[in-house]
């Protein structure tokens, strides 16, 4: 069974456009995370829910928007992508806020590319 | 500021040890984590250590910490080929509200 799974797994799409990203965790955590990880490989935090309830919001574009229906879900929608937003990105969820031992399990990432 | 440093690259053969160093920045950081990076997937834990330990031991992972000098080290033991990969450090500062802040990756290559 996949733990924190993402869809689409691969997405390209044109300058402009909007699109969303899906996570869904089967683990029952209650706080969910969006990373963004460059060309570098250098992985920055984006976004964190704990308990469908919005705890950081780094210094992120207005154009993206994260939203938690529930807390098994956390999806990410961005609007007028740009080149810059080429990157691949990472969905995560612990059971708990990780000010802690509580470990972070990783999706396996959806690889965007706007051409 | 925010920098958690590592070195970029490191390459050793088959059934050596690799060591792979982290300097992290808040001196106050309770934990602090290895992360494994295969290609083409997701981030998966390999350890921790709580900042009031020198050291811990898990299989073929060692983990020290010098908190004075604010150094992390992991070192794997009988490096085998499917132990290349990109290894993060992270820490949770104090201040940051738990957020998770990372190292820049070192890739790991075991030649045969």
């Known amino acids: 069974d996949t733990a924190v799974s993402q869809t689409p797994k691969y997405l390209v799409t044109q300058m402009g456009n909007d699109k969303s990203i899906k996570c869904e965790q089967n683990l029952g955590h209650d706080t969910m995370y969006w990373y963004k990880q460059d060309s570098k490989k250098f992985l920055k935090i984006m976004f964190s829910y704990n308990n469908k309830e919005l705890i950081i919001n780094e210094t992120v574009p207005n154009r993206f928007s994260p939203k938690s229906p529930d807390k098994a879900h956390l999806n990410l929608h961005i609007n007028s992508l740009e080149l810059g937003d080429s990157a691949v990105y990472f969905c995560?969820?612990?059971?708990?806020?990780?000010?802690?031992?509580?470990?972070?399990?990783f999706g396996p990432g959806t690889r965007l590319t706007v051409t | 500021g925010e920098d958690v440093e590592q070195s970029l690259f490191l390459s050793v053969r088959e059934g050596d040890s690799s060591v792979i160093n982290c300097t992290y920045t808040d001196s106050s950081s309770t934990y602090l984590y290895w992360y494994k990076q295969e290609p083409g997937a997701g981030l998966q834990l390999l350890t921790y250590?709580?900042?009031?330990?020198d050291m811990k031991q898990d299989q073929r992972l060692t983990v020290l910490l010098n908190k004075k000098d604010k150094h992390l080290s992991l070192r794997i033991a009988d490096t085998q080929t499917g132990d290349s990969a990109i290894y993060f450090c992270?820490?949770?500062?104090?201040?940051?509200?738990?957020?998770?802040?990372f190292g820049s990756g070192t890739r790991l290559l075991v030649r045969p």
């Open positions: 992270a820490e949770i500062p104090v201040d940051s509200s738990y957020k998770l802040i």
């Open positions: 995560a969820s612990s059971q708990g806020l990780i000010a802690s031992s509580y470990e972070q399990y």
């Open positions: 250590i709580f900042s009031n330990m």
